[in-house]
T-cell receptor
């Protein structure tokens, strides 16, 4: 069974430019998460979706970050405009409701803002 | 909010056992997880333990949980060079939210 798929794997942009990341969760997983991992730190949750609904976006900087999960499957995270401090790894994870709800992570998108 | 702490670095000789420690603050944590991250990769789930258990063994991995002291450890038996990576512990509390520690970098020397 395929794991969580993310693209692109790497992205280099200049500050003030827009950027978007895409995630395809494990088939059948209804909960999807976006995390940001700064260098040398653990991941921090940005937003959590249950199906199409964003149920926890308290840590998402809404002035420049947006996310969507149309049809409750794939998701896109966007930054516009990007700042130098947005350089990080953006991780997507998914889980199946009920039971342990264990989160499985994708390989991440490594963003460098110059 | 929840706080999860780990030591930064562990060096171990190949074939020895490794023990990685973690402390957390939220007494309502339901599950505690160990993830492994290799350079340039995402997080790979290693194992997890339910909060009402005190030990779980899975092949070379042993997880010990002291709920009273809010202390979690991961023991890797017969550590191999392929075990060199960063290990994250994570606590799950209300709302299925995971709080991660800062990671422990494990270096296995031949």
């Amino acid at each position: 069974e395929a794991g969580v798929v993310q693209s692109p794997r790497y992205k280099i942009i200049e500050k003030k430019q827009p950027v978007a990341f895409w995630c395809n969760p494990i088939s059948g997983h209804n909960t999807l998460y976006w995390y940001r991992q700064n260098l040398g730190q653990g991941p921090e949750l940005l937003i959590r979706y249950e199906n199409e609904e964003a149920v926890d976006d308290s840590q998402l900087p809404k002035d420049r970050f947006s996310a969507e999960r149309l049809k409750g499957v794939d998701s896109t995270l966007k930054i516009q405009p990007a700042e130098l401090g947005d350089s990080a790894v953006y991780l997507c994870a998914s889980s199946l409701a009920g039971g342990t709800e264990t989160q499985y992570f994708g390989p991440g998108t490594r963003l460098l803002v110059l | 909010g929840e706080d999860v702490e780990q030591s930064l670095f562990l060096s171990v000789r190949e074939g020895d056992s490794s023990v990685i420690n973690c402390t957390y603050t939220d007494s309502s944590s339901t599950y505690l997880y160990w993830y492994k991250q290799e350079p340039g990769a995402g997080l790979q789930l290693l194992t997890y333990i339910f909060s009402n258990m005190d030990m779980k063994q899975d092949q070379r991995l042993t997880v010990l949980l002291n709920k009273k002291d809010k202390h979690l450890s991961l023991r890797i038996a017969d550590t191999q060079t392929g075990d060199s990576a960063i290990y994250f512990c994570a606590s799950k509390a209300a709302g299925n939210k995971l709080t991660f520690g800062g990671g422990t970098r494990v270096l296995v020397k031949p």
